[in-house]
């Protein structure tokens, strides 16, 4: 058995359909049209946001949010994960009109619940929104720093990577980066590989959300390389959201080769139509890994989680 363990996977769009339809149901709200069929609706990157964005709008309450927090995290335990890092937007709960503190104890309950069921270990990872531009993610990294959670270990960025420059956001990281948060941030996903040199100059993250469009630039990929720069990759997202045509340009395994830390991921996996264990079958079919490598991929993932050292030694 090869125990896993996922840094990337955004907790609203780690709803399950089911869950958004019970939420809806509970609040009298019409679903259609991002629902049909049981699956999420959309066709491109903007419209798989707005999907995700109007679903997000029925976690309305703390113990929504521990519903959907347990229920990802039960989810994941069955499919032999041991930690789980999820990314949490402050936006996101003020645009349902849950005050922050709710969203967040409500998440810390839905961890606690699934731990105590199943012993599976979590941290959060506050992001901002880059399409929301740099005032409001400041607003989110001066929220996640004036109120800190001993749960709450990392900041980040998602969010629509065509829209403004990295060195907009300096500040907001920087002062994250003060606090003691890990930093990681979304690029060379939607952008080409200048938008990871960029993030890496500006934000001076450990770790990238996607980053796979670094294979790009030879330079580039040695300078992850020698910087021991992990790639949370999520390689069915970038599949889905036609970043590649299929798996056989996924450039997954070249990255690997040339030394960059590699994880595998889920994003948001019902609208991608995957989970952390067909994540992991994928790079089996794919990519050639074996269990051993399986295994290392999980032991890359745990050393570069945002966790205290204690924690760390326990999961390794
Ligand atoms: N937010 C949720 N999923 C995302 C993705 N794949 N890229 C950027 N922002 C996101
Ligand atoms: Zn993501």
């Keep these: 058995m090869?125990?896993?363990?996922?840094?990337?996977?955004?907790?609203?769009?780690?709803?399950?359909?089911?869950?958004?339809?019970?939420?809806?149901?509970?609040?009298?709200?019409?679903?259609?049209?991002?629902?049909?069929?049981?699956?999420?609706?959309?066709?491109?990157?903007?419209?798989?946001l707005h999907a995700y964005d109007q679903a997000s709008m029925l976690f309305r309450t703390e113990e929504d949010y521990a519903d959907l927090a347990e229920?990802?995290?039960?989810?994941?335990?069955r499919q032999d994960a041991i930690y789980s890092e999820l990314f949490i937007s402050t936006d996101h709960a003020i645009s349902a009109g849950l005050d922050p503190r709710a969203y967040i104890e409500g998440l810390a309950?839905?961890?606690?619940?699934?731990?105590?069921?199943?012993?599976?270990?979590?941290?959060?990872?506050?992001?901002?929104?880059?399409?929301?531009?740099?005032?409001?993610?400041?607003?989110?990294?001066?929220?996640i720093v004036?109120?800190?959670?001993?749960?709450?270990?990392?900041?980040?960025?998602?969010?629509?990577?065509?829209?403004?420059?990295p060195k907009d956001f300096s500040a907001a990281?920087?002062?994250?980066?003060?606090?003691?948060?890990?930093?990681?941030?979304?690029?060379?996903?939607?952008?080409?590989?200048?938008?990871?040199?960029?993030a890496l100059d500006a934000l001076k993250p450990s770790r990238i959300g996607h980053g796979v469009r670094a294979i790009e630039n030879p330079d580039l990929v040695r300078r992850l390389a020698d910087e021991q720069i992990l790639l949370e990759c999520c390689p069915g997202s970038n599949i889905a959201l036609?970043?590649?045509?299929?798996?056989?340009?996924?450039?997954?395994?070249?990255?690997?080769?040339?030394?960059?830390p590699m994880t595998l991921n889920s994003d948001d996996p019902p609208y991608f139509h995957t989970d952390l264990a067909q994540e992991y079958e994928i790079a089996a079919t794919y990519f050639g890994y074996d269990d051993e490598m399986l295994k290392a991929v999980t032991h890359t993932a745990l050393k570069a989680a945002f966790v205290d050292e204690a924690t760390r030694t326990a999961l390794l």
């Design 71 to 77: 229920d990802y995290l039960l989810s994941l335990s």
């Design 173 to 198: 990281f920087e002062l994250a980066r003060d606090a003691g948060l890990g930093i990681t941030v979304h690029a060379g996903e939607l952008s080409g590989w200048k938008s990871v040199s960029d």
């Design 242 to 260: 036609s970043v590649y045509g299929d798996f056989a340009a996924h450039p997954f395994a070249n990255l690997a080769r040339a030394g960059v």
């Design 2 to 48: 090869v125990l896993k363990a996922e840094l990337h996977c955004h907790v609203e769009g780690a709803a399950s359909p089911r869950l958004v339809e019970k939420k809806a149901a509970k609040y009298g709200a019409d679903v259609s049209a991002i629902i049909q069929g049981g699956k999420f609706v959309w066709h491109d990157f903007t419209s798989f």
């Design 109 to 143: 309950e839905g961890m606690r619940r699934a731990k105590a069921a199943t012993g599976i270990e979590g941290r959060l990872i506050a992001t901002g929104l880059r399409h929301k531009g740099p005032e409001a993610v400041m607003a989110a990294a001066r929220y």
């Design 146 to 165: 004036e109120n800190p959670h001993p749960l709450v270990t990392g900041f980040g960025m998602a969010g629509d990577e065509r829209m403004h420059n």
